[in-house]
């Protein structure tokens, strides 16, 4: 509704430009500043591991974008009339503005494909980022071709050309408004699947703890059934791991969806009223060019806290003995698929005679079955008083000396047994660790 007595004055005009090009200036200056303190963080090589995953290289471009669209924008707040430097400042700005978008998508994207669809995420990246450029500039080319980018006669600024009100809004429906919409669409799904994906998989990991003690006393002559799913598992196990560091990687698409939805509003209202007639619609303009000018501040303000940067950066600081990450941290949470006990004991106090008693637990669930399983191999038989006895090795027969060498032959034995144990251990660990580092690489 237009108010009879409003007038959209030329000092109306300045403060909604100076707000546009203010908050753009001081987004691209802050994305500046936080791309040049993470190459300043990755020329540090135990740093720079940190720094190593697929999101936030992605974060990276994205801010990239996000600098560039913070740049042309300041540039396009400066105009007063129509120019053909106006024009192409608001191709720049749209392309801009499409690609940190389409990259942002990405982010909640490779999360599904990673966690929930075993994608390898780093094989991904390339696609990521060629599919946004190439959609980009798909999406923003055939409108400055056509000459819709220039002098905004409505809000007097640099946007759309065209005065035609349903001409104008098909144009920013098929270049922008649509494309804008499904990205926040695709991110929402996404974040929405992996969220429930990995709260279903909690509540089934504690119906595992709670039915543990059923589990170990079920036979074990079927511990011979080996299930494909056991990776799944494992990444499933990752992914509760890093849950922390995931729930944090999921701002990006968050926040670029409540900008972005906002933005949108923003535009087809100052389309659908035909211009600025009330305070109210002013209001709603000066919104819209905070939202546009200060989108690169919220991406800065997000990248300067990601979790990888803040590790690589207290890395850098207090060298990795001292480092505090989210990712060394979330370890804790990590479920033990299997125990491994080592025990030792003298047998006989007068000689020294060692005794190896090496146990093995697993527990396997498969998603297919309803069923754990699981494997124990069998302890040696136990004393009265409940301690391991020794195997029933008789020497009495034997020569002194022939009975010296054949206990110092079966002591050897158990040490070698001992060594093998800790080798297998320690074998299990460093492939445990290779899949922890895969799969940070990979989110």
Same mark, same amino acid.
């Not at 074990?220 to 990687?249: D, F």
């Not at 926040?255 to 209202?269: A, E, G, K, P, Q």
């Not at 389309?271 to 060019?289: E, F, K, P």
């Given at each position: ?6 007038? =959209?004055? !030329? ?31 990755? *020329? ?6 940190? *720094? ?46 499409? *690609? ?26 390339? =696609? ?6 190439? $959609?980009?500039?798909?999406?923003? $080319? ?54 429930? =994906? ?7 990991? +504690? +119906? ?19 299930? +494909? ?40 209202? &100052? ?24 989108? &690169?501040?919220?991406?800065?303000? *997000? ?34 698929? &299997? ?64 009975? +010296? ?18 080798? !297998? ?19």
């Amino acid at each position: 509704m237009s108010d009879d007595s409003f007038v =959209f004055t !030329d000092e109306m005009v300045r403060v909604s430009n100076q707000l546009w090009m203010v908050t753009s200036a001081v987004g691209a200056c802050m994305c500046f500043l936080v791309l040049i303190v993470i190459g300043f963080v990755a *020329l540090h090589p135990p740093s720079r591991r940190q *720094l190593d995953r697929v999101s936030f290289r992605i974060v990276v471009y994205a801010l990239v974008a996000n600098m560039i669209f913070g740049i042309v924008n300041a540039i396009g707040g400066s105009f007063t009339g129509p120019s053909w430097t106006c024009g192409l400042t608001i191709w720049i700005l749209q392309l801009t503005l499409e *690609l940190a978008s389409f990259l942002t998508f990405c982010i909640a994207l490779n999360l599904q494909l990673v966690v929930v669809h075993r994608v390898n995420g780093q094989r991904m990246e390339k =696609f990521y980022v060629i599919g946004s450029c190439i $959609i980009s500039l798909c999406i923003t $080319i055939p409108p400055y071709a056509a000459g819709q980018y220039g002098w905004d006669p409505l809000v007097q600024d640099c946007w759309y050309s065209s005065d035609d009100p349903k001409g104008r809004l098909a144009w920013q429906i098929g270049s922008q408004l649509l494309w804008t919409l499904l990205t926040v669409v695709g991110e929402v799904a996404a974040s929405l699947t992996v969220f429930i =994906f990995m709260i279903r998989h909690q509540l089934r990991s +504690k +119906k595992i703890m709670l039915s543990n003690s059923t589990v170990r006393s079920r036979s074990a002559g079927t511990a011979s059934k080996i299930s +494909k799913s056991s990776l799944r598992n494992q990444r499933i196990m990752h992914a509760n791991m890093y849950r922390t560091v995931l729930i944090r990687i999921a701002m990006y698409p968050i926040v670029s969806c409540i900008i972005n939805l906002t933005s949108v509003m923003c535009v087809i209202h &100052a389309t659908v009223t035909d211009g600025v007639h009330n305070m109210d619609q002013y209001r709603i303009a000066l919104t819209s060019d905070f939202l546009y000018g200060a989108r &690169a501040i919220f991406y800065a303000l *997000l990248a300067a806290s990601d979790p990888s940067l803040l590790s690589a950066i207290k890395t850098l600081m207090y060298g990795e003995g001292g480092r505090s990450s989210f990712f060394s941290s979330s370890q804790t949470t990590m479920p033990h698929f &299997a125990s491994w006990q080592l025990r030792s004991k003298a047998s006989n106090p007068t000689r020294s005679r060692r005794g190896v008693h090496v146990e093995l637990s697993t527990i396997h669930h498969f998603d297919d079955v309803d069923e754990e399983i699981s494997v124990t191999e069998t302890a040696p038989p136990k004393n009265q008083d409940g301690k391991p006895a020794a195997a029933a090795v008789s020497f009495a027969n034997l020569p002194l000396g022939d009975r +010296k060498a054949a206990l110092d032959t079966q002591n050897e034995a158990n040490q070698r047994s001992a060594t093998s144990s800790h080798i !297998d251990f320690s074998d299990d660990s460093e492939e445990m660790q290779m899949q922890e580092d895969s799969f940070r690489r990979q989110i």
